[in-house]
């Protein structure tokens, strides 16, 4: 493993991560997670993997008009990285505007190895959701 990152370098990850998922290129948004990554996430019932994860994030994407992360500040230390952001999504009339929160473990090569969503889950899931 190289070294370790540097706050700073965390904090330069986490912004082309998400810039790459709000770009919709999940190629390059997975070269940011770690093989072995674990997704916590209230919207499913147990952590998922990093296939998991990239699955649900294609259904999402197909799925909405416009499906966006709004990051409002990512902070880091040498241990966590957490981005603050409201996710902004459209299907048809539904709408979603909803404040959510990452903490994300990074490891030593600056890959997302463990990521705990922090949100609501029935505004997503009424997005997403075909009723």
């Not at 330069?12 to 997975?30: C, E, Q």
């Not at 296939?51 to 499906?67: K, P, S």
């Not at 459209?90 to 929160?101: D, K, Q, S």
């Amino acid at each position: 493993m190289g070294a370790k990152l540097s706050p700073r370098e965390r904090i330069a990850r986490a912004h082309a991560l998400y810039a790459a998922l709000n770009a919709g290129d999940l190629d390059r948004a997975a070269e940011y997670l770690s093989d072995d990554l674990v997704f916590h996430s209230p919207v499913f019932p147990k952590p998922v993997d990093k296939d998991a994860l990239r699955a649900a994030t294609q259904r999402i994407v197909d799925a909405t008009d416009e499906y966006t992360l709004d990051i409002h500040d990512i902070l880091a230390n040498n241990e966590h990285v957490v981005a603050v952001f409201t996710v902004r999504g459209r299907r048809g009339e539904r709408v979603l505007n909803e404040p959510g929160v990452h903490v994300i473990h990074m490891d030593d090569a600056g890959k997302v190895a463990e990521l705990w969503a922090v949100t609501d889950p029935k505004p997503h899931l009424a997005l997403w959701g075909d009723s």
